[in-house]
């Protein structure tokens, strides 16, 4: 397994307990991957190193997979915002935008049907009849005055690209509720896990069949020592970036510490462009169980990555699916490797899908050695 993230481990767990000796190498000082949780050593506080995770998912399997490994308590997430009202005054709001939202934004006292009545009917831009960008698509739906506090300044600093030069398709229905449901997901299940993440992956990665070894970069030139390679790495890092390299954000974190409670919630989105930071991250919120005196939190910052960089986010726009599709090209070539995981297949994925992508992934292989039948380079296709 190359990569000690979600993918890595729970593949490599069911491939262990099928009976198959395993290996996991990560780069990193740490199993975990972006999931990576730490205790914070000024504050003591548990910190999401790699940015905020949500653990949430409707899918049953999934949600039972890692309750058997570590214990999750409950835990909602509800994300305010910073931005300008349309008179220009600063502002905390709801999100996402819900019926509170447009209330406080407008200064009004509506029902839910007043308030879709309101949005549909005063607010949306009915003119643009056929919404080609991102923005044309928010303006249709929701007009100015709500576009510009809660999706334009935003979408700008996290993708670093005018709203107007980002598909219709990203806003595929009107992006408002029209109650107080202010719960971020719409998931069955959500959750934080008691220990982190790190802790649970240690688990699952707990098995005499398998040994980890970190601080160990792999290449290419090292498949030829194992059975078969899954390789949760950057796929076209796998090729050398022979052909270019696939485009991805990366995010800065400017840590800073405060005593007592610095924004009274675990994650504070700023709306304005002005504001250089995308949003604020108060951790020790993320484990309202525990008690801390202080508290860590972390500005993030948004920008596209250089080769020195962590890739965090794949962009995927048309260019980047053109080389995409190359990759794939020569991944399906090679011999005795899957890709797997975020990177290794170039998309976005929360951690429910991750870990039912590697189940699937660890049972299609099983099955394809039972079968003597070839095994993929690819169990989800990345296009
Ligand atoms: C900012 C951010 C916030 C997120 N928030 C949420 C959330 O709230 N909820 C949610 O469900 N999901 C969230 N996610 C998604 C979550 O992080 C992923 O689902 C998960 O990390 C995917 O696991 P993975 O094992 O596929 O990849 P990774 O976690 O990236 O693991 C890959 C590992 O491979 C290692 N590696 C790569 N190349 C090599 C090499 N050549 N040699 C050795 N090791 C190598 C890397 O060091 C890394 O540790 C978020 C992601 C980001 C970026």
Known sequence: MVGAGLSGAVIGRHLA????????????????????????????????????????????????????????????NRVK?????????????????????INQFFGKTL??????????????????????TFEEQALRFVGRDLYEAFFKGYTIKQWGVAPSA???????????????????????????????????IEKILDHPGITVKLETVFDQSQAADYDH?????????????????????????????????????????????????????EHKHFAPWENHDGSVCYREFSRAATPEDIPYYPIRQVEEKALLGEYVALAEQAEGVTFVGRLGTYRYLDMDVTIREALDTARGFLAAQENRAPVPAFFVAPL
Not at 82 to 93: A, I, Y
Request: proline share 6%.
């Open 81 to 101: 915002t910073t931005s300008l009202d349309p008179e220009g005054r600063r502002g905390v709001f709801s999100l996402p935008v819900n019926l509170h939202t």
């Open 111 to 132: 029902r839910p049907e007043e308030a879709h009545e309101f949005i549909t009917e005063e607010q949306a831009d009915i003119s643009i009849t056929d919404p080609q």
């Open 229 to 281: 390679v899954f390789y949760s790495g950057p796929l076209d890092g796998y090729f050398d970036y022979q052909l270019g390299r696939l485009g991805y954000r990366t995010l800065d974190f400017e840590r800073f510490t405060h005593q007592g409670d610095y924004q009274g919630c675990a994650v504070m989105n700023y709306g304005e462009e002005a504001v250089p930071y995308t949003r604020i991250t």
């Open 17 to 76: 307990e099928a009976g198959h000796k395993i290996t996991v190498l990560d780069s990193r000082d740490h199993i975990g991957g972006n999931c990576h949780t730490a205790r914070d050593a000024e504050t003591g506080v548990m910190v999401h190193v790699y940015g905020p995770h949500i653990f949430h998912t409707d899918d049953a399997e999934v949600w039972g997979y890692v309750n058997g490994f570590e214990s999750f308590l409950p835990y909602k």
């Open 166 to 200: 980002l598909p219709a398709s990203i806003l595929k229905r009107l992006p408002v509720r029209f109650n107080y449901d202010d719960n971020y997901f719409f998931h069955k299940y959500q959750g934080m896990p008691e220990n982190g993440y790190t802790a649970m």
